[in-house]
């Protein structure tokens, strides 16, 4: 089962008053990379909000945004310390600079560092947090599998495509290679006005059919096709090893079209790596 990278979630919770709302979005990445943006009584619940994303997502560049309305004012405990520092500070500034105006509660109150969290008060403020987020996370993971539900039929549809494009061309490379081979042998006989060493033509005449023969590489192609299908169905993420898979199958259809010699055969090989990226193109947006 595809899961697509591209999602987004929100969820709102409300616990004792305290109401918090959580947002999570995520985007193509090579890796797993999370970027929290909590309210400041939460910073220390990082940690558990990464290992809560890592519970449902994979790879991909993750944002969480959490935010904490209605809390009770004895959330917050004032630093009376850290308060008489910044306006000492702010008294000096306006000595220095022989400004009129004078320090005032609401110039402290900007500063947040004059505030600490109390531990009490935090836990009531995760306990919502944590609901909200379990259930935007919830939300992200249903948005990704079902972006991944399209982009697995539409690679199974581009599939059957590789599929009969394959088919052709290893039917038309069957039928080219005696072709070939008699043009080989009008060739030289017209060239020499007689006819030629039979052991040297016959020699000449596997050479080319080794040259022409795209038999392996038509086998391979299938056996990829078949081998992409069942990574569709796995249950682990499988985006990586398709990856890893497409260039492999763009390898055969590159193979393929230097052998061609074939106007009929280049034009598959051309619509064969059309689908080929295409395919590509999805597979980048999967875990």
């Not at 790879?59 to 850290?82: F, I, K, Y």
């Not at 290679?177 to 040297?200: A, C, M």
């Not at 390898?251 to 619509?271: F, M, P």
């Amino acid at each position: 089962m595809l899961v697509s990278m591209t999602g987004f979630g929100r969820a709102e919770q409300t616990r004792n008053g305290i109401t918090a709302v959580a947002e999570v979005r995520s985007v193509n990445n090579r890796y797993l990379e999370i970027s929290c943006r909590l309210p400041r009584q939460l910073s220390a619940r990082e940690v558990e909000v990464r290992q809560m994303v890592q519970r449902y997502v994979v790879r991909g560049s993750v944002s969480v945004v959490l935010e904490v309305r209605g809390s009770t004012p004895a959330e917050r405990l004032l630093r009376m310390d850290v308060a008489r520092t910044y306006y000492n500070a702010l008294s000096e500034l306006v000595r220095q600079l022989a400004l009129e105006d004078s320090p005032r509660l609401e110039h402290l109150l900007r500063f947040s560092e004059i505030f600490e969290a109390d531990e009490g008060q935090s836990e009531l403020l995760w306990e919502p947090a944590r609901a909200a987020l379990e259930q935007a996370l919830r939300r992200l993971r249903q948005m990704r599998i079902a972006e991944g539900r399209a982009l697995t039929q539409d690679i199974r549809t581009r599939l059957r495509t590789v599929e009969q494009l394959v088919r052709k061309i290893a039917r038309r490379g069957q039928q080219r290679i005696p072709e070939q081979q008699h043009r080989l042998r009008e060739r030289v006989r017209q060239l020499l006005e007689s006819e030629p060493d039979p052991q040297r033509l016959a020699m000449e005449l596997v050479l080319l059919a080794d040259r022409l023969d795209i038999t392996e590489e038509c086998v391979r192609l299938r056996s990829h096709v078949t081998l992409a299908r069942q990574l569709l169905r796995a249950r682990e993420p499988a985006g990586r090893k398709l990856n890893f898979l497409l260039q492999e199958m763009q390898r055969e259809a590159n193979t393929i079209g230097a052998k061609a010699a074939d106007a009929q055969i280049s034009q598959w090989v051309v619509l064969l790596k059309e689908e080929l990226e295409r395919i590509r193109e999805q597979v980048q947006n999967v875990e």
